[in-house]
Structure formats: structure tokens, C-alpha cells
């Protein structure tokens, strides 16, 4: 997940806004992992309780849209799409996602073992804060699914444990973001990903529910603000989300992360990835109802919104429809 930088944060001052569509899904500490678009995968129990300081952080670039569905992948097995900036190569300016795994079991949780190599080809072990932690991990199934964001432990040697709730059969890909703090890419934003089969009978890949104004997840009401930006893919726009409960604004957010919501984009098809950087100050268990983000899509076509927002203890998430311009 990464910030904008400050050329986009100037093109944000566009005056329009992105039109987001919502759909609804159980969010929280609930439900499971690659289950249908109505019912969004819970978060680890780490990510449940992740220590709240630290400033959020830059999106990478998405790509060229494929068609949506299991068969949308680039490689399958660890196979990996060339080098590029959208978070869909396990190779980026010299940095390298190293993992022995590239099938996990189903139905039951899994654990998932990585490691980066550095420009020189060894283990990159040196790694900044990046929104209270070091490494952000996310798997997500390629008909967007199933999502997990955790926030697994890197033992001396370098090595990654990430551990992950149940996942359903089929493809998914995993994305390991992170800023060296150390050597010739010292602080800079790198996203990097593999694939990865979960053998089963997987099921059809469920088409992308249409775009909405507003969701309701776990008794919250999550509705966004803004105009479409037709041809304007490519540039930061202003997005507003206001969250309220049983009609009535909602202003006890509790800080997840650093920030009072948590944002991340996937591009229907391909999985290109997106962070959209939150621009909300924190004040305490005092959030809301109303939460600002520049969102930098580039490319146009559907994506898929993971929405992570905390209450009294419990984190929740919303999937997220957009259509860009």
C-alpha cells in the first residue's frame, strides 16, 4: 500500500470525484475466506489488532484490463507476468518475490512462506514502517472472491510467514507490499506478487456485481460522493465516503493502521493493484462520518473496492464496485 506522491497529490485537486458503486458483504471477524461477492472474507486476527500510528502510503499503477474469471491470470503454478509497475510481477527494479509455494491446500487455514531478494541477490532484510508495519500482504482470488490482508512476521534470515484463513479452490495471487530501508531502493514503494493454485473443485467464477451509490455491511451504511470522470483515468480524484448506522452518522471510527479507513483496489481480470491513500486526519476513536481519500486509477474498466473500516474493536469489510472512466 503506498501514498501518492506528490505529483499526484497535485492532480488531485481536480474538482470532480470518482462515482463509486458499493455492494454489500459480511466484513469482520465473522466470515470466511473465497466466499461469493456478497459475503467479503475476514481479515486475520493480526490485522484485527494492529497497532494504530504511522502515516498511510502510495498506490502502484494498475494495467490493461484481461476478462474477468478464473482463467484471467498471467501464470498459474508461481508463474509470474513480466516486470511492471501494477503489482502483477514478482520482479521490480532489481527486487524479487521468492516463495517454495505455489499450490496451498483448502479448507482449512494455510500458511504462506516468502522471502524478497534485494538488488545484490541476497535477502532483503531492512524494511520501513509503512502504515504501523513493514510488510502488507494480500491474497485474492482471481474472480475477486475471496480477500485476506495480513500482516505476516519475518524471521532473521529474511523468511515471511504469512498466515491465512481458509481459501477457497481455484487461482488466486498473492501481493507482497512493502519500502526497502536499506540499499539502492531505500524508500522506495515496491509491490510485488506470485500466484498460486488452491487445488479443489473449484467453483464458476462469479460474475463482478454492478455498481451501487451505497452498501450496508455489518449494520453500517457506506455511501460515496462524486461524479463519473469519463476519459480520466490516469489522474487522482477526491473521493468522499460517509459511513452512518441506523440513519445517524457514525463518528466513533477507531484507527486501523494509522488511518480510519483502509482502502485497497483490484482491477477486474487482471488483478492489477491500487492503494487509495487516505486523506482523513486521526483524532483519537473519533472517525467519521465522513472520509477522504485521492483515488488514482489509471486505468479504466471495473474494480473491486476492499473498503477496511474499525469499531469498537471489531474491523469490518466492505467490497466496493467502481467503475473508472
Known amino acids: 500500500m503506498r501514498t501518492l506522491r506528490p505529483a499526484l497529490l497535485a492532480a488531485s485537486a481536480a474538482t470532480c470525484a470518482l462515482l463509486l458503486g458499493l455492494t454489500a458483504?459480511?466484513?469482520?471477524?465473522?466470515?470466511?475466506?473465497?466466499?461469493?461477492?456478497?459475503?467479503?472474507?475476514?481479515?486475520?486476527p493480526e490485522s484485527r489488532t494492529s497497532p494504530t500510528a504511522s502515516m498511510p502510503s502510495k498506490p502502484s499503477m494498475p494495467s490493461t484490463p484481461s476478462t474477468n474469471g478464473m482463467d484471467g491470470m498471467d501464470g498459474m503454478d508461481g508463474m509470474d507476468a513480466p516486470a511492471s509497475a501494477n503489482g502483477l510481477s514478482a520482479d521490480r527494479d532489481g527486487y524479487r518475490l521468492v516463495s517454495p509455494d505455489a499450490r496451498l491446500p483448502s479448507g482449512a487455514p494455510a500458511t504462506y512462506r516468502f522471502s524478497v531478494t534485494a538488488p545484490d541477490g541476497g535477502p532483503l532484510t531492512a524494511f520501513a514502517l509503512d502504515q504501523t508495519q513493514r510488510m502488507?500482504?494480500?491474497a485474492v482470488r482471481s474472480d475477486l472472491t475471496g480477500f485476506q490482508h495480513v500482516h505476516p512476521g519475518m524471521a532473521k534470515d529474511?523468511?515471511?510467514?504469512?498466515?491465512?484463513?481458509?481459501?477457497?479452490?481455484?487461482?488466486?495471487?498473492?501481493?507482497?507490499?512493502?519500502?526497502?530501508?536499506?540499499?539502492?531502493?531505500?524508500?522506495?514503494?515496491?509491490?510485488?506478487?506470485?500466484?498460486?493454485?488452491?487445488?479443489?473443485?473449484?467453483?464458476?467464477?462469479?460474475?463482478?456485481?454492478?455498481?451501487?451509490?451505497?452498501?450496508?455491511?455489518?449494520?453500517?451504511?457506506?455511501t460515496v460522493k462524486g461524479d463519473v470522470m469519463a476519459g480520466m483515468a490516469g489522474m487522482a480524484h477526491p473521493l468522499a465516503v460517509t459511513v452512518t448506522r441506523n440513519g445517524r452518522p457514525v463518528t466513533d471510527l477507531q484507527p486501523y493502521l494509522g488511518t480510519y479507513a483502509h482502502l485497497t483496489?483490484?482491477?477486474?481480470?487482471?488483478?492489477?493493484?491500487?492503494?487509495?491513500?487516505?486523506?482523513?486526519?486521526?483524532?483519537?476513536?473519533?472517525?467519521?462520518?465522513?472520509?477522504?481519500?485521492?483515488?488514482e486509477l489509471p486505468t479504466a474498466g471495473d474494480w473491486r473496492l476492499f473498503l477496511q473500516f474499525r469499531t469498537q474493536g471489531t474491523l469490518h469489510t466492505a467490497a466496493l464496485t467502481l467503475r473508472a472512466g
Open 136 to 138: 502488507h500482504f494480500y
Open 25 to 44: 458483504c459480511g466484513g469482520g471477524s465473522s466470515t470466511t475466506a473465497g466466499q461469493a461477492h456478497g459475503h467479503a472474507p475476514a481479515s486475520s
Open 158 to 222: 529474511g523468511t515471511w510467514t504469512a498466515r491465512l484463513a481458509a481459501l477457497a479452490p481455484g487461482a488466486w495471487r498473492f501481493f507482497a507490499s512493502f519500502t526497502p530501508d536499506a540499499g539502492p531502493g531505500k524508500g522506495t514503494d515496491v509491490v510485488l506478487s506470485r500466484t498460486v493454485t488452491v487445488p479443489g473443485a473449484a467453483s464458476s467464477p462469479v460474475p463482478l456485481p454492478a455498481p451501487k451509490t451505497s452498501a450496508t455491511v455489518d449494520g453500517y451504511t457506506v
Open 265 to 295: 483496489a483490484f482491477h477486474a481480470g487482471d488483478l492489477a493493484f491500487a492503494h487509495l491513500h487516505p486523506t482523513t486526519a486521526v483524532n483519537g476513536d473519533h472517525g467519521g462520518p465522513e472520509l477522504a481519500f485521492h483515488a
